[in-house]
T-cell receptor
Framework: DQQVKQNSPSLSVQEGRISILNCDYT??????FLWYKKYPAEGPTFLIS?????DKNEDGRFTVFLNKSAKHLSLHIVPSQPGDSAVYFC?????????????FGKGTKLSVIP | DGGITQSPKYLFRKEGQNVTLSCEQN?????MYWYRQDPGQGLRLIYY???????QKGDIAEGYSVSREKKESFPLTVTSAQKNPTAFYLC????????????FGEGSRLTVL
């Protein structure tokens, strides 16, 4: 049973436009959410995170939005650049004893077209 | 430069053989992790260690073993009991108070022939 779902395996966006990557979760006990970016044959790199006490977190071109009632989060990239082409993983965790265990989605492959 | 080093990058093994994947970090992180990635799948946690000489099973620990004798090192042994060991293995580390923000190595691809 997937607790973190990324329903779009792939997404194509024109350079300069907005990329929106979506993630849904089923476990209401998750209270911290993260996005990772992964290039082929490399390990993922941490991108941005959000705590459940917030509904938005921004870092440069990247903004993560959290809708707790809908159990949904999204990553916005504005403007999109060709170097953003990668697989993006959404991840979630609990506080306390479960804080070391991240649950990952299956990823969305973003292609930014020049 | 600080980082995580995994070796070997590619490894081939015959069925029935154990194999050990190395993971070393010089970030002075207390916590270390092993994840497995299969094609089209997310990352799944195999084992993690919060401190030296202590480790816990993750979601898919069966057929794997680990040790944490030094802060810098967290080797993973894929045993012959692991039924489907061909995968991409990722080691990571983190600060204890930022346990979700993982620093990953470049991965080791294991192929069982």
């Amino acid at each position: 049973d997937q607790q973190v779902k990324q329903n779009s395996p792939s997404l194509s966006v024109q350079e300069g436009r907005i990329s929106i990557l979506n993630c849904d979760y089923t476990n209401s006990m998750f209270d911290y959410f993260l996005w990772y970016k992964k290039y082929p044959a490399e390990g993922p790199t941490f991108l941005i995170s959000i705590s459940s006490i917030k509904d938005k977190n921004e870092d440069g071109r990247f903004t993560v939005f959290l809708n707790k009632s809908a159990k949904h989060l999204s990553l916005h990239i504005v403007p999109s650049q060709p170097g953003d082409s990668a697989v993006y993983f959404c991840a979630a965790r609990f506080s306390g004893a479960g804080s070391y265990q991240l649950t990952f989605g299956k990823g969305t492959k973003l292609s930014v077209i020049p | 430069d600080g980082g995580i080093t995994q070796s070997p990058k590619y490894l081939f093994r015959k069925e029935g053989q154990n194999v050990t994947l190395s993971c070393e970090q010089n970030l002075n992180h207390d916590a270390m992790y092993w994840y497995r990635q299969d094609p089209g799948q997310g990352l799944r946690l195999i084992y993690y260690s919060q401190i030296v000489n202590d480790f816990q099973k993750g979601d898919i620990a069966e057929g794997y073993s680990v040790s944490r004798e030094k802060k810098e090192s967290f080797p993973l042994t894929v045993t012959s009991a692991q039924k489907n060991p061909t995968a991409f293995y990722l080691c990571a580390s983190s600060l204890s108070d930022r346990a979700g923000e993982l620093f990953f190595g470049e991965g080791s691809r294991l192929t069982v022939l």
